[in-house]
């Protein structure tokens, strides 16, 4: 993957979602900012996510040159040594830990690891607060997360944060919304549209009533405003 196009509530948002799915810092890439934010009439109707695409930059050729005696430099050495022998996942779950404590929270963060990535369960009391309204919270400090873990680590790493079991606990709210949503469109005939959700979100209402007989799923908008339709056969 050379490129992405991603969204944002502002361009600066939609670069750094651009840089952490390339898994690389900002010196790496090319910017080209497709569309501008906008408010809308009033900054209340017609709301427009920043669009940008993140594109790598190619990479020079570099002509082997001996390495000449004079020049060694065991400094530079140590320091390349120091960067590589930090765990990403150790920087990161630091990382959490001091947010937490600056909410006034004491937290533990245990690390599990998956095939396509890595679960960080926060524990601790008090853990509304690191979740938020509907997780809202808990997406932005994993995405926080992510961009410090992928500082430290030369390929790309996936982390999902988790606290009090609440993602397991959404994934059936979301399911349960799905079915009442989708026996109101055959009964009523009319497609339901569901409010804005992130991507994550969106794909477990897809995955449950994909193989229904009588209802199909499609999605629609733009980020952050894309929503599900649920729509009778």
């Known amino acids: 993957m050379t490129k ?5 509530k502002t361009v600066e948002d ?9 898994g690389v810092s900002r010196d790496k890439v090319e910017i080209q900012v497709l569309e501008q934010p906008s408010k809308g009439f009033l900054g209340l109707f017609g709301v427009r996510a920043a669009k940008v695409e993140v594109k790598l930059l190619p990479v020079p050729e570099v002509v ?4 000449k005696p004079a020049a060694y430099q065991p400094e530079i050495d140590a320091l390349l040594e120091d960067i590589a022998a930090k765990n990403p996942y150790e920087e990161a779950a630091a990382f959490l830990k001091e947010v937490a404590a600056g909410m006034g929270l004491d937290v533990e963060v245990h690390i599990k690891k998956q095939r396509d990535g ?4 926060i524990a601790g009391e008090d853990l509304g607060m690191i979740i938020g309204r509907r997780g ?6 994993q995405y926080l997360t992510n961009i410090v873990a992928n500082r430290y680590s030369e390929s790309f790493v996936r982390i999902v944060l988790d606290a009090e079991n609440f993602r397991q606990r959404r994934r059936k709210t979301l399911e349960d919304l799905a079915e009442r949503l989708a026996g109101q469109a055959i009964r009523t005939g009319k497609e339901v549209v569901l409010e ?3 991507p994550l979100e969106r794909k477990v209402i ?3 009533l994909q193989n229904h007989p009588q209802i199909k ?3 629609k908008g733009e980020e952050p405003n894309r929503r599900v339709v649920i729509t009778t056969k």
């Not at 082997?64 to 390495?67: K, L």
């Not at 890595?118 to 369960?121: E, Q, S």
Request: hydrophobic share 40%; no cysteine; net charge negative.
């Open 64 to 67: 082997p040159q001996p390495i």
């Open 14 to 22: 939609a670069v750094n979602q651009g840089l952490t799915e390339l």
């Open 136 to 141: 809202q919270t808990l997406d932005a400090l």
């Open 118 to 121: 890595h679960i960080f369960n």
């Open 217 to 219: 799923t499609l999605s």
């Open 4 to 8: 992405v196009i991603t969204s944002g």
């Open 206 to 208: 897809h995955a449950k």
């Open 196 to 198: 804005p959700m992130p």
